[in-house]
């Protein structure tokens, strides 16, 4: 099983539209989650971090439950440029691992 | 402040050469991170230095890649006798170990021809 997995996709989806992307990490010890996102041929940049009480950043809420490994990250009102591939980092001391990404695609 | 520095921003080269990829972590950031993305595919690890300790070398898919880290600051990715499958965006990443999030260069684009 690999540490990080994520919802393979690619999500196309209409403007305006609510889209969920989940993450399931398989190491107990994880202490830090975030959520990335990387434009084509951009670097990854930090989308939000996650926390144990949930967390909300405008039109991006992300949740974590421990007890079941998982992680999720919901944009809501989604717009032409969160066309991006979302991805699940989790950390567990100076180790980060990557999820392989989920592409999402917003419609006009 | 300024980010993640990386040079070249492109590296193209013919298969059996050795390279040399440089990177530029934030001012005062501690530990600083080499990644590797195919292209379509995912972050793969590579190596980690942390201050004074021994990086962690663990993703470094063959003797043929090293990297050193010089002063805590700057660091050098070195691949030899490169091969094509090789070719890929080298990212680097730094931290501070108090604000665990990792900010990554633009990274280096190399072809292996």
């Known amino acids: 099983r690999k540490e990080v997995e994520q919802d393979p996709g690619p999500f196309n989806v209409p403007e305006g539209a609510t889209v969920a992307f989940n993450c399931t990490y398989s190491n107990s010890a994880s202490q830090s989650f975030f959520w990335y996102r990387q434009d084509c041929r951009k670097e990854p940049k930090l989308l939000m971090s996650v926390y144990s009480s949930g967390n909300e950043d405008g039109r991006f809420t992300a949740q974590l439950n421990r007890a079941s490994q998982y992680i999720s990250l919901l944009i809501r009102d989604s717009k032409l440029s969160d066309s991006a591939t979302y991805l699940c980092?989790?950390?567990?001391?100076?180790?980060?691992?990557f999820g392989p990404g989920t592409r999402l695609s917003v419609l006009p | 402040g300024a980010g993640v520095s990386q040079s070249p921003s492109n590296k193209v080269t013919e298969k059996g050469k050795d390279v040399e990829l440089r990177c530029d972590p934030i001012s005062g950031h501690t530990a600083l991170y080499w990644y590797r993305q195919s292209l379509g595919q995912g972050l793969e690890f590579l190596i980690y230095f942390q201050g004074n300790s021994a990086p962690d070398k663990s993703g470094l898919p063959s003797d043929r890649f090293s990297a050193e880290r010089t002063g805590g600051s700057v660091s050098t990715l070195t691949i030899q006798r490169t091969q094509q499958e090789d070719s890929a965006v080298y990212l680097c990443?730094?931290?501070?170990?108090?604000?665990?999030?990792?900010?990554f260069g633009p990274g280096t684009r190399l072809l292996v021809l």
């Open positions: 980092v989790v950390n567990y001391g100076q180790n980060f691992v």
């Open positions: 990443a730094s931290s501070s170990i108090l604000l665990e999030t990792q900010y």
